[in-house]
Nanobody, 115 residues
Framework: QVQLVESGGGLVQAGGSLRLSCVARGSIFSISAMGWYRQAPGKQRELVASITREGSTNYVDSVKGRFSISRSNTMNTVYLQMNSLNPEDTAVYYC?????????WGQGTQVTVSS
């Protein structure tokens, strides 16, 4: 089992920045990838960014150039640096980890961007 604990959400004005953190606990060995998803009210959950154990990254088009995902060497912590935030980024952000093809989720952290 893998437990994920997120932190760093909050309220920020448009143009501001936030940094999300996610710590993985438990059976963290063999985690192959970690990432961040978000879900806005009335919308489906979408992948924001992901990073593999090897360091390969992937971003949804709407955040490219503004968000940056990184991880610790031990793959037990993943970060999402969010810059130039806009109101469309408002959502609950969920940390995700993949281990042996199983998905694990954090409880979510609210990010609200005011205009």
């Amino acid at each position: 089992q893998v437990q994920l604990v997120e932190s760093g959400g909050g309220l920020v004005q448009a143009g501001g920045s936030l940094r999300l953190s996610c710590v993985a606990r438990g059976s963290i060995f063999s985690i192959s990838a970690m990432g961040w998803y978000r879900q806005a009210p009335g919308k489906q959950r979408e992948l924001v960014a992901s990073i593999t154990r090897e360091g390969s990254t992937n971003y949804v088009d709407s955040v490219k150039g503004r968000f940056s995902i990184s991880r610790s060497n031990t793959m037990n912590t993943v970060y999402l640096q969010m810059n130039s935030l806009n109101p469309e980024d408002t959502a609950v952000y969920y940390c995700n980890a993949v281990r042996y093809s199983m998905n694990y989720w954090g409880q979510g952290t609210q990010v609200t961007v005011s205009s």
